[in-house]
């Protein structure tokens, strides 16, 4: 397995096009493509934070009871589970 990491432009039409020489035999072959917008630099080089997302979206700031969240996925867990015996 051959990795590659290129930075790339996306035209104006919206489309990707790639040329990358791999210097592996022809043939068939999986490729693996991850498309990642660069986040603006801001003060120190530091990317700014992505968007919470997932379980903690919406989130206030709160502190978060990290047992009481364990706990509350444990049980929820436990319950899909008791569902498929």
Avoid: C, H, Y
């Amino acid at each position: 397995m051959t990795t590659v990491k290129v930075n790339a432009e996306i035209g104006g039409d919206g489309k990707l096009r790639l040329e990358v020489p791999l210097g592996l035999p022809a043939g068939k072959a999986e490729v693996v493509l991850v498309v990642q917008p660069d986040a603006p630099e801001v003060g120190g080089g530091m990317a700014p934070a992505r968007a919470r997302s997932g379980i903690f979206a919406g989130n206030s700031g709160a502190p978060l009871d990290i047992d009481a969240a364990l706990d509350e996925m444990n049980n929820a867990w436990k319950s899909k589970l008791a569902d498929l015996k």
